[in-house]
C-alpha cells in the first residue's frame, strides 16, 4: 500500500496533543469522481483549529486529517475529466466537515471531488494559491447575492483577515467603494495593501459611530466579525441592501456550546426568511459550496490579471503544524498562514 507523510488529528484539544506526524499514513484511494492530487502546499483556516480545539462542537470521527485547501499537481483523474495528469489545480476540497471522511488536505496527497478543482493562474506559486480557496470562495459567495458592485458602497467587517481581505478586493475590482473595519496596526495595509477607501479602527471606539460610518448607508455588508457587529451593521444597510454573515460569534468569544450554534442558525433562518418576505433587511447566512465555479474560477482569473493578491502572514511546513496552529490560534492574523508540504 503506498503511504505518505500527513498530519492527523487523533482527538480533540491542544494542538501539540491533538495533532501528529505519520510518515507511512495511506493514500487516499480516488473515487470515480475524484481527482487525485500531489499537494505542494495547504493553509490552516480558523474553521481548522476552531474544530481541532473543540471551540466548535462539531462530531468528527477520528482518526482526521484536517484542511480543506490544497494547491499541487494532478496525479490521477478520471476518464474524461477535463484535467489530466500533471496539471496545476488548486480546490477547496469540502472535506473538513465530512466527519465520516479522514481526508483533508495536511497531507502529500488528497483525493478531491472534481467540481472543486480549478487550474492555477500562470505565474502563481501553490504556496499562494493554497491559501485562496476557502476564503476566496467565501468572499466571493458573501458579495454574490449584492453583484454586480460598480459603483455600491461595500462593508466589510475584519478586513485584514483571510475572508475580509479577499472581500476588499473583489468589491474593489468590481469598482465599488469600500469600508472596512480593523485594528490600529491594519489601517496602512487594508488601505494601501489592499485598497479599501476608508478603514475605521475599531479600537478607537464604537465603530458604528466613526464618520465614514455614521450616517451611511451601504449597498452590502460582509460581516466576519459577529456578535454585537450584527446589529449596528443591519442599521446601515440601504434599502434593498444584502447582509451577508459568516455566522462567526463574535470576537471576544472562546467557546460554542451546541445550543448556542443552534440558536445562530435559527437566528439566521428567521432572518433570511423575513428579507425573502420583504419584512426585514436582505439577509445571507453563508454556508459554503466548494464547486470552482461559485467563485474559485473567477477569483483565478482576477489573481491573473493582477487584481487579487495574497498576504501570508506566516509560513510553516507540514512538520510544524502544530507551530502553525497555536500561531492561528492566538488570533489576530493578517491574511493567511501558509504550510508548504513538498517541492513540485
Known sequence: ????????????????????????????????????????????????????????????????????????????????????????????????????????????????????????????SFLVA???????????????????????????????????????????????????????????????????DEAIDYTAGPWEAAPAAAGARFDAIVDTVGGPYQAASLRLLAPGGWFSTLGATGPDVKRVSVLGILGLMAGAAWRTLL?????GPKFKFVMLECQAARGLEQLAELMAQGKLKVHLDRVFSLEEMVAAHEYAELGHVRGKVGITIKKL
Request: proline share 7%; with cysteine; net charge neutral.
Open 1 to 124: 500500500m503506498a503511504t505518505m507523510r500527513a498530519v492527523v488529528m487523533e482527538k480533540k484539544g491542544p494542538a501539540a496533543e491533538a495533532l501528529v506526524l505519520h510518515t507511512d499514513w495511506p493514500v487516499p484511494v480516488r473515487k470515480p469522481n475524484q481527482v487525485l492530487i500531489e499537494a505542494a502546499a495547504t493553509c490552516v483556516n480558523a474553521g481548522d483549529w476552531k474544530v481541532r480545539s473543540g471551540f466548535f462542537p462539531i462530531p468528527i470521527n477520528m482518526p482526521k486529517i484536517l484542511g480543506e485547501d490544497v494547491a499541487g499537481l494532478v496525479a490521477e483523474a478520471p476518464e474524461g475529466s477535463k484535467f489530466k495528469k500533471g496539471d496545476r489545480v488548486f480546490a477547496n476540497t469540502g472535506q473538513a466537515l465530512k466527519s465520516g471522511d479522514q481526508g483533508g488536505t495536511y497531507g502529500e496527497f488528497v483525493a478531491a471531488d472534481e467540481d472543486t478543482l480549478c487550474l492555477m493562474p500562470p505565474g502563481i
Open 130 to 196: 493554497a491559501a485562496v480557496p476557502m476564503a476566496g470562495l467565501t468572499a466571493w459567495q458573501a458579495l454574490e447575492p449584492a453583484m454586480p458592485l460598480q459603483g455600491k458602497r461595500v462593508l466589510v467587517h475584519g478586513g485584514a483577515g483571510g475572508v475580509g481581505g479577499f472581500a476588499i478586493q473583489i468589491a474593489k475590482a468590481q469598482g465599488a467603494h469600500v469600508t472596512t473595519t480593523c485594528s490600529t496596526r491594519n489601517v496602512e495595509y487594508v488601505t494601501k495593501e489592499l485598497g479599501a
Open 275 to 279: 428579507g425573502k418576505l420583504g419584512l
